[in-house]
């Protein structure tokens, strides 16, 4: 595959899942992954690992070598900021931001002072059925506890008098 923009592969692996007609969750089951992860994959916005890559072949046979390859290379990952405009995006930053702080409270009252990872993170997006049988979206995140380092100057390695073989 020439040099190509990760739109174009994007739009290439999208087209490839679109043709299969399955569902992000239904790709997630057949390879043990979240149905974020998998939209993650096919968006460029997470590297295909090789143990997985039989996996989702399997599961989206017309996927080629080419963008099997491409999808194994380390994304650039970043977002467009008109994607807050998109109404469903917006509700999701609008919910995180209303609740942010006090979800930030009961994480450092039940964990410390630390933050919740974003790179040793999952997330997944689910249907059920409420009280009054309407469909409710349940999105979970899921990441590692990181705590805040107290800053030590005998910790920090990268001054050389601290290194030194006294």
Do not use: W
Not at 12 to 25: E, P
Not at 85 to 91: N, W
């Amino acid at each position: 595959m020439a040099e190509t923009s990760k739109s174009a592969v994007a739009n290439s692996i999208l087209a490839v899942k679109q043709k299969s007609g399955k569902s992000y969750s239904q790709i997630a089951e057949e390879t043990g992954l979240t149905n974020v992860y998998v939209a993650q994959l096919l968006r460029g916005q997470a590297q295909l690992k090789p143990e997985t890559a039989p996996k989702l072949r399997a599961a989206l046979p017309d996927l080629t070598d080419e963008l099997i390859k491409e999808m194994m290379k380390p994304p650039m990952r970043f977002y467009d900021p008109n994607l807050l405009q998109e109404p469903t995006v917006y509700r999701l930053n609008e919910a995180v931001m209303h609740f942010g702080e006090s979800i930030k409270e009961i994480i450092n009252e039940e964990y410390g002072d630390g933050i919740m990872s974003a790179i040793d993170f999952y997330c997944s997006v689910n249907k059920v059925k409420g009280v009054d049988g309407k469909d409710r979206v349940v999105v979970t995140f899921d990441g590692k506890y990181l705590p805040y380092s107290e800053q030590k100057i005998e910790h920090m390695t990268s001054l050389p008098r601290f290194n030194e073989k006294k």
